[in-house]
């Protein structure tokens, strides 16, 4: 197999473009990233953090739209739990940054009849995991109507919040929700990871005339990146080429993105040259981003946080064998939570979530 | 500001007493202008919070624990020694509002002035017309025409009645047994059989079951069968009517079974506290499915259920068509100039089983059946009144149900004879544009299609 002539005795830093041995970090996940996208922008930007590029983008599309508006618990004067919403209210006043009643069904099929007949809501869930309750409205609704109406009526709702594992949170506040949401005929689904990203999806999110799911993750809010001033929007059905490589695509979104960026420090030191994937849309899947990437490497890890039964990377796996399967040359690897609940307990919390050394060994097992 | 009601005063009124008031009590309540009366219907008109009409933050009132009166979060609360608990039931059912009896006479004669005459017989067309549409479409199913149907027989007044008291404006969120309102908003009998055959002129295109009806241009929301997930959806329609200013409001329809619903629940609480100009419309029939009311709630039924949540509310015979258009357009103004939700309890009957997949008898009795459908039916009620009065006779009442039988006839020949909509229809409109996991499964499935053609409907084009 070729990447085995590559690896191994040849040192690190005779190989090119390899950085050199003393570089190695081993730095915290929610820490700065080195590596990450390439903003297209020549201005020198600004530097947020990423709940405050959710805010920046929430507040243009607010300013330059009035029909947008947002619902959800807390987002008014509360300025949101986790101040995405912050100073909205004063601004746009408090029937445009709607407080609501604890009744997720209710300010989802608020939402939705509010889109049927011409505005374009955003609904916040506090945690994505309280969304549940909304499942009936969001499946049978929101991802039916257009299409039983005949085209009639659009909804063009944003559903966001955060998700994901966060730090001993509980089991009933750390669900993985893009994986009940995925079969859902009719909806859109994205993952940011990035400030930059953040900002992009959620302004493409609200001009999008589909309805959009948009999952955040409880970690990443305190996410620094500089961004650019301008206005920008990122494509919804677009991955992302976080970097390239040759050995083997790691395909990853979300948290895992970060946990994928760290693992490739230890192996770059160690001689790979991964080639690294944000899926970013997690329905539909970029098979276009991800082909021509399998067609380069042939060997797929894919790194989630969701159960490994019925998550994205189930999903993922089987798309991929079903379109390239020429292309592989050894099995899809596929790193995901297990089938429990995430207990409280610190120690097994971390168990339960993939961890930066295991993306190390699965690459190097998948390289053999 | 806030709310003041002072808990003694609230128990006795739900008991429909006039309260056991001591001099003190007296002189308090007319200094501070509040009057209780002993009917619930006639509730009088509290401030509204305004606070969803600005931007600044409600202030709590300040906390004195000295006084008698103490203060939360803004609504006032008297203590009181005496140990009482609210009564389950008031001594009283809510009165249930009616202008014509049972046969037809105004309760108030005078009050024929106030009738416009045309528009009573337009309500009375329209009724037959829904009752004649049902009969046959219920027919049609019943021969294998079509694969099923939902009648609204015994509820024609509420859809008729409260259709015709609406604006064209007002955006309407039905449960599926208003066919009536979208009849009197000019969805023609070939647009209804259109529908129920799903052919190539379906609005919906072929999507929908049978009575899922769905019209923009009529401002009534395609049909979605979940129960009571349109109520939400009604609330938020009408906040964006809020936020424009329009002369507008929404209307939610939903039967007794469907006020069981969280939804419901969510619903009304949030219309109260955003200030919605919704209408909430319960046909209150006394089936959901095999369940009577008795086993769908304990409560005097459900515009007691109003107060609960801070709406104002009526019971309303819904088999009066002239009550239930009275009613409605109040309801409306109210709703429309004062931003408050409104709800309406119309008392019926499903003369109908609960759809062409049920048979009633098996639950309730014929006798029952037939005493509604011939003793108190709706459509009868208005004739009635319209006869009495000369403005109707049975030479017109032939010539009418001999005219709509034709034009039903024809129209069913019309949608039987007319395509399908093509298989590319399966893959549109799914997302605004078709992204390419779905082109790839369409392109499949009409080679799928393309080989086995004997497996497949003859009546499907390909594309």
Redo the contacts between chains.
Sequence with gaps: MRAAAEKGHTSAASLPGIPRASKLITSAVAAKSEATTSSPSTKPGHEVLLFEALQEGLEEEMEKDPRVCVMGEDVGHYGGSYKVTKGLAEKFGDLRVLDTPIAENSFTGMAIGAAMTGLRPIVEGMNMGFLLLAYNQISNNCGMLHYTSGGQFTIPIVIRGPGGVGRQLGAEHSQRLESYFQSVPGLQMVACSTPYNAKGLMKAAIRSENPVILYEHVLLYNLKERIPDEDYTCCLEKAELVRPGKDVTILTYSRMRHHVLQAAKTLINNGYDPEIIDIISLKPFDLYTIGNSIKKTHRVLIVEECMRTGGIGASLRSSIIDNFWDYLDAPIMCLSSQDVPTPYAGPLEDATVVQPPQIVKAVEQLCQ | MGWRLPLRTALWTLRGKQPKATADMVRELSHRREVYSAVPCHLHIFPILK?????E?ERACSQNMDEEMNDFMGRKVSYSSQMCFIPEESTNSVPCYRLLSTHGDLLDPSSINELDKELCIEMYRKMVTLQVMDTIFYDAQRQGRISFYVTTIGEEAINIGSAAALNATD?V?SQYREPGVLMWRGFTLQQFANQCYGNEY????G??MPV?Y???ELNY??V?S?IA?????????A??????KKDAC?VTYFGDGGTSE??F???M??AA??GAPVLFICRNNGWAISTPTSEQFRSDGVAIKGQAYGVRSIRVDGNDALAVYFAVKNARKMAVEEFRPILIEALTYRVGHHSTSDDSSKYRSVDEIEYWRTRRDPVARLRMFLQSNRWWDDENEDLLRQDLRTQMMSVLHNAESKKKPGLSNLF?????VI???LKEQEQETQAIVGKYPKDYPSDVPLD
């Design positions: 606070r969803l009409q600005s931007s933050p955006v969120f379906d609005l919906g295109k999507r929908q899922h769905g019209s923009n929301l395609t979605s979940p997930t349109q109520v939400p959806q009604a609330v938020g329609a906040y964006g009517l809020k936020m424009d929404a969280g939804d629940h969510a619903g609480n949030f506290v955003l549109e409109d799914v997302y605004d992204p390419q996991n």
